[in-house]
Structure formats: C-alpha cells, structure tokens
C-alpha cells in the first residue's frame, strides 16, 4: 500500500463512512486498505503513487472493452460537445435500446434506469402489480441490488461484511421475499406446491457472480421457468453482471431462456450509470405514463451515458466473445495446473469472460459451499497478488473480469505471478 494512498484514504475515511462509496472498495474482506486510482488504461489500473496492475475488476464487470478505449472516449466527447443532459427524449436512446434489442431479442420493451438496484426494483413492482401478488423468489448468494426487497440473503459486499442481510428492513417486508437455496430445483418445485398463488416472480442470475461465479445447472433455471409459465408468476433473470459477459446475448443466450423481464446494467453503460428492465411488451405496457406502474428517473438515458453504452456494445465485434472467453479459459486453466503441482485445494470457475478463484476441495455450487471456502488462505493470496501487480477483486464472492484489452501477455504475466504466489503458500493451506 503505498503512501499516497494510505494518505488519501486517512483523508476519505473523515469523509466518507469507511472511506469508501460503495463498500467492498474498503478491501475490508482481505484485511487490507483500498488503492486510490489515478487513471486507466487498456487492462491496466494506474494508483496514485505510480504504481500500474493488471486490473481483474474493471469496475466491477463494466469495462468489456478496458480502460479509456479510443472509440468509446470520443463517443463521449461528441455526445458532451452537445450537452451533458435534457431531461427530455433525445435519439441516444433509441439507438441504444434498438442495438440491445438487436442482441436480446426477448426484449420487446425496456426502459432506462441508472442502476442494477434501480432496474431489478423496478422490474419486482411491475411483477407484483401485474400479477397482483407480494411475494418474490429469490436465491440465497444472489445480489440484486441493494433495495429493501432484495437484502434478504443477499451475496456480494452484504456477504463479504458478514451481514446476513441489513438493518433497517422494514419487518413486514421481509416474510414477502422467499429465500431458496441456488441450483435447487427440489426447493422451487417445493415452494410452488405450496405457495404458486401468491408468487409474484422469481428473479435469478443465470451465471451466479455475486457469490464467486456460480454457473446454474440447466435443469434448475427450466424449472423455474416452466413453473413461473405454468403458475403465471414472472420469470426474471437479472442479467446485470451477465449481460454482455456471460455471452453475447447473456446467460440467457447461455440457456437458452425467455424471461418474461430482463435486467440489464454494467457493460450497457460502457463505465457510465446506466442500467435498464425490459421484456414483454404487454408487461412493460403498464409502466407509467402508459400503465399504473410508476417509474421514473431525472437522469434515465443520459445522452453520455448512452453514446458510451453504445460504442461498447459496437466494440464487440464477431469475434469478441470467442478471443475473450479463449483468453479466460487459459488464464483459469492454467491457474489450476497451478493449484495440481503445488498441491492446493482451488477451485477456479469460469463461464464467458467471468472467473473467480475458491480455496475449496470441491466444486462451489451454491451460497453455502462458498462459504466454506477457506477465506484467509483468499485474503492472503489476494494480498500477494497485489504487491505483485495484480488487481483481483477484493473477495472470495466477487466474480473477477477480462476484458477485450488483456492480451496474451497480460494473461502469462498473470500466471507466473500465481505461481510464485502458490509456491509460497503452497503445502499450508489446511495448516491455517
Ligand atoms: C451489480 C449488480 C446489481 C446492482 O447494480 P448497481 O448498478 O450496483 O446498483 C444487481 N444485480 C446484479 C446481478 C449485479 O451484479
């Protein structure tokens, strides 16, 4: 941690509550203190005392493309060249909402928000008032943003702080979300039987990565999406990490899945606040000014945020996906050869351009498995990464990102650096 940092972080923390604004940026789960970043560029972060690292995180998913890429910086300069906002319709919006529909086919309507936590909000108040029923289904490890609803077995920064959800929850509300366990289609199935009328929706990350990346098994999201279909309860799939990660089109793409609403964020706004909720037109109809669902936003589609989202989305071409998740593959292969010669217990999962790295002996298949994991033996090799210039996200229940922007290089840099790290922690893990 170097100086400049440390001193911007004393500063921040009389200001801010634990020096942050959103809290895993604290590195409270690895037991160390947050670099300040001075700039990015490409696959790499630049802190204020000069050091550079390969950055895994890129915002948190956002970055497909990497740090300060040409074509999306002077997108931006054109559109604020015209101004920074209007408050009224302007053609950006058309022309990214029409080049995500073009990708999700299923998103017959959608409308533009300026968070995930805003879009998956949304999307329940449309499902309960559309279906005229309160309760929604939700997976334990499962972050859909931080409104009262839904921090309710929550995974993400609410697990890696130790909160089994948070206080200042209305109590009435908490009994209307039902928590289930992920890839358990017993539970579902359970839960309909029982319930199925007062369901309004089951909301999902298809690719779970707010617990670690947690692929879904198939059986489990076509039995959420047949009883949702058969009980006329809502299927959501939240897509705001997946979308445009996981694959083209999604998990969805993925699985194969028509949601009945989608939601979208991160890699839509290209590094700018830009989310959205869409899908059946004949749902989306009752959104205000057209139906009795309000909604409504003083800076939804900003013209900035919108050519931003745009070139990114223009920015992957054909081949993005396949060069990305090729780059993945190697890079989370390699690491467990890795773990096999200096005999540590790792699980490494990966889908698309999403990984992240378990100290556990068998495959993470939901909340609890990651919890079981060995979070210091992650905390310590978090802390090595970093002093070897590697930025990992900060928690063992964060997923980790490649962009467009990591070469080759980058990927076999990353690998000799883990392997120096497991050399030197290699043999004593279970010691701990
Ligand atoms: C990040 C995330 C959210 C919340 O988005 P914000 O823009 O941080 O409010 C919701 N759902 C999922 C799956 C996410 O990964």
């Known amino acids: 941690m170097g100086k400049q940092s440390s001193e911007y972080f004393q500063e921040a923390k009389k200001l801010f509550p634990g020096g942050v604004n959103s809290p895993v940026r604290a590195f409270k789960a ?10 990015g560029s490409g696959s790499r972060l630049r802190d204020v005392d000069g050091n550079t690292y390969i950055d895994y995180v890129l915002s948190w998913g956002p970055l497909v493309l990497g740090h300060a890429v040409d074509s999306v910086q002077s997108a931006v300069r ?10 009224a319709p302007s ?27 805003e879009a998956t909000m949304s999307a329940i108040r449309l499902a309960r008032a559309v279906t005229g029923r309160e309760n929604i289904i939700k997976f334990e490890g499962c972050y859909h943003g931080h409104s009262d609803s839904f921090l309710i077995g929550a995974g993400s920064g609410v697990a890696s702080l130790g909160l089994a959800d948070s206080a200042g929850l209305p109590a009435a509300l908490i009994p209307e979300t039902l928590v289930l366990p992920y890839n358990d289609s017993e539970a579902v199935k ?23 990346l947690i692929p879904a098994d ?30 083209y089109g999604g998990a969805c793409e993925l699985y194969q899945l028509q949601p009945d609403l989608v ?9 700018f606040p830009v989310a959205a909720f ?7 109809d009752q959104i205000a000014p057209l139906g009795p669902v309000y909604q409504a936003g003083t800076l939804s589609g900003n013209p900035i945020a919108m050519a931003a989202g745009l070139a990114t989305l223009l920015g992957l071409g054909v081949n993005a996906f396949a060069e990305m998740e090729a780059r993945t593959t190697r890079l989370c292969q390699g690491i467990q050869g890795l773990a096999k010669k200096y ?15 378990f100290f556990a002996d068998k495959p993470v298949q939901n909340f609890k498995d990651a919890q079981s994991a060995n979070y210091e033996q992650f905390a310590n090799f978090h802390q090595l990464l970093l002093t070897k210039g590697i930025y990992w996200a900060p928690s063992q229940y964060e997923s980790n990102f490649l962009s467009l922007a990591h070469t080759d290089r980058d990927i076999e840099q990353t690998l000799q650096v883990i392997e120096e790290v497991f050399r030197k922690i290699g043999g004593r893990v279970w010691e701990s």
């Not at 489990?220 to 809502?234: D, K, P, V, Y």
């Not at 939601?263 to 590094?271: A, D, N, S, T």
């Not at 869409?278 to 989306?284: E, H, S, V, W």
């Open 30 to 39: 690895v037991g160390g203190q947050p670099l300040f970043i001075e700039s």
């Open 78 to 87: 054109e559109a604020v060249n015209l101004g920074s906002s209007f408050g």
């Open 91 to 117: 053609p950006r919006e058309l022309a990214l909402g029409q080049e995500l529909q073009r990708r999700l086919p299923f998103l017959e309507k959608m409308r533009f928000v300026n968070s995930g936590t």
């Open 190 to 212: 359970a839960i309909f039987q029982h319930h199925a009328s007062e369901i309004a929706g089951v909301i999902v990350e298809a690719v779970a990565g707010n617990m670690g």
């Open 218 to 247: 198939r059986a489990f999201l076509e039995t959420i999406a047949l009883l949702c279909e058969e009980h006329s309860s809502l299927f959501i799939v939240d897509e705001v990490m997946t979308g445009f990660r996981a694959a």
């Open 263 to 271: 939601c979208l964020g991160k890699v839509i706004g290209g590094g």
């Open 278 to 284: 869409g899908g059946k037109a004949c749902y989306m």
């Open 343 to 357: 005999q540590l217990p790792v699980q490494v999962q990966w889908r698309g351009s999403m990984f992240s790295l």
